[in-house]
C-alpha cells in the first residue's frame, strides 16, 4: 500500500474518500487527492489472494500562506465532494474537490493555535437524524490550553466554543457521537477524556478508568460505536479502553 501510494516522508495525514474511491493525502502544504483501486483478490494483508492495489494523483490544492497542513478529515461512507483540512497558518478551509475552489476559509479556526484535530458526524444508517443535523465540523487546538470549535459546514459561521478539557501540547482527537448529542475529546488531563453537550450543556463529564488512568498518560483519541452506548480512548501510555454507558 505504502509503495503504491508512493508516501514520501513529508506525508502526515491519509485517509478514505468518496467510498474508497480515492485516498486523500497531505504532503508539506499540500493536500493530494489519489484514485485508488484493488485489482485481482479482495483479501488482504499481503498473503495470498490479495489483491493489487494501484493509485493515480488526479488532482492537489495548495494551501498558499501555510507551511504545512495540519489536520484533514473527509467523509468516506457517503458521496460527499468535501473535504476539511486545517493549515499551519491557523486557517481553517472546506474545499470542494469537485470545483476545486474553496468553498470557505476561515482565519483562526481554532482559536490562536492551528486545530490539530478535526471531526466531521459519521453519518450511521441505524440513527435517523434529519440531514440538518449532520452539518457541523470540529476543530480542536491547544488554544489557551485546550479549546473546540464548531463551524456550520454550510455557511462557514461559528456555532459554540467548548472549553474544560486539558490539551496544551498532545494532539488529542475528537469525534461526534452517532446520536449528535455529545463530542468527545482526548485531554492531558489524568482525569480522563472529556464529554461535551452539543445542545450548550457544557462538560457533561470526564470519562476516566479511576486510579489506573494516571499510568495511561494523555488520552490522544476518543471514538463512539456506532451501534452500541460505548466510547473508546487510546492513551500515550499504549492503552486502548473501552466504556459503556
Not at 27 to 44: R, T, V
Not at 158 to 186: D, K, T, W
Request: hydrophobic share 40%; with cysteine.
Amino acid at each position: 500500500m505504502a509503495s503504491c501510494l508512493e508516501f514520501s516522508e513529508t506525508t502526515n495525514h491519509a485517509t478514505f474518500f468518496y467510498n474508497d474511491k480515492f485516498v486523500l493525502t497531505c504532503e508539506k502544504n499540500l493536500l493530494k487527492m489519489n484514485k485508488f483501486k484493488m485489482k485481482g483478490g479482495g483479501g488482504g494483508g499481503g498473503g495470498e489472494g490479495a489483491g493489487e492495489a494501484c493509485s493515480r494523483e488526479v488532482s492537489s490544492f495548495e494551501h498558499e500562506d501555510a507551511q504545512s497542513v495540519v489536520a484533514l478529515t473527509a467523509v468516506n461512507s457517503a458521496l460527499s465532494h468535501i473535504v476539511i483540512t486545517s493549515s499551519s497558518d491557523r486557517c481553517l478551509r472546506v474545499i470542494d474537490v469537485a470545483t476545486g475552489k474553496d468553498y470557505w476559509k476561515v482565519p483562526n479556526g481554532a482559536g490562536r493555535r492551528p486545530a490539530h484535530a478535526i471531526a466531521l458526524p459519521n453519518v450511521g444508517a441505524n440513527v435517523g437524524l434529519p440531514p440538518e443535523c449532520y452539518c457541523l465540523v470540529a476543530a480542536a487546538s491547544c488554544d489557551n490550553g485546550g479549546l473546540i470549535s464548531l463551524w456550520d459546514v454550510r455557511s462557514g459561521t461559528p456555532a459554540a466554543q467548548f472549553r474544560g478539557h486539558v490539551n496544551r501540547r498532545e494532539c488529542c482527537g475528537l469525534s461526534f457521537s452517532p446520536c449528535m448529542r455529545y463530542i468527545g475529546v482526548g485531554s492531558e488531563d489524568p482525569g480522563g477524556a472529556g464529554l461535551f453537550d452539543l445542545r450548550g450543556g457544557g462538560l457533561v463529564t470526564k470519562v476516566s478508568a479511576g486510579r489506573n488512568v494516571a499510568r495511561d498518560g494523555a488520552v490522544i483519541d476518543v471514538q463512539f460505536n456506532p451501534l452500541f452506548a460505548q466510547l473508546v480512548t487510546a492513551s500515550l501510555g499504549g492503552v486502548v479502553r473501552f466504556y459503556s454507558a
